[in-house]
Nanobody, 125 residues
Framework: QVQLVESGGGLVQPGGSLRLSCAVS????????MAWYRQAPGQQRGLGAG???????NYANSVKGRFTISRDNAKNTVYLQMSSLKPEDTAVYYC???????????????????WGQGTQVTVSS
């Protein structure tokens, strides 16, 4: 089974920085697109940033210029470097990935989408 485990969240002052990590484990054949979503209290979950397997990125307008998404395919890990944090960035941040699974002896299954459990980021003075 595939698991996505986020880490790096915490309390930070406005203007500060944090780096989130998400490690994918399981019977991984390949990881395709990866993304970070966030959900503030009482709000819908929304896309923050995404990155393709080849490293192409896209960002929500609200984080563009402040956040950087990257990935290390050898480590099956995606990162979110967050700078110039604002109180409105306070949310639970969720890792998301499209993953194909299988074994070395069989064909890979169709890619499925997976979510991590989330990590809390609180921006407050």
């Amino acid at each position: 089974q595939v698991q996505l485990v986020e880490s790096g969240g915490g309390l930070v002052q406005p203007g500060g920085s944090l780096r989130l990590s998400c490690a994918v484990s399981g019977n991984i054949i390949s990881i395709y697109a990866m993304a970070w979503y966030r959900q503030a209290p009482g709000q819908q979950r929304g896309l923050g940033a995404g990155v393709t397997k080849g490293g192409s990125t896209n960002y929500a307008n609200s984080v563009k210029g402040r956040f950087t998404i990257s990935r290390d395919n050898a480590k099956n890990t995606v990162y979110l470097q967050m700078s110039s944090l604002k109180p409105e960035d306070t949310a639970v941040y969720y890792c998301n990935a499209d993953v194909s699974t299988g074994t070395a002896w069989g064909p890979p299954a169709e890619a499925s989408n997976y979510w991590g459990q989330g990590t809390q980021v609180t921006v407050s003075s």
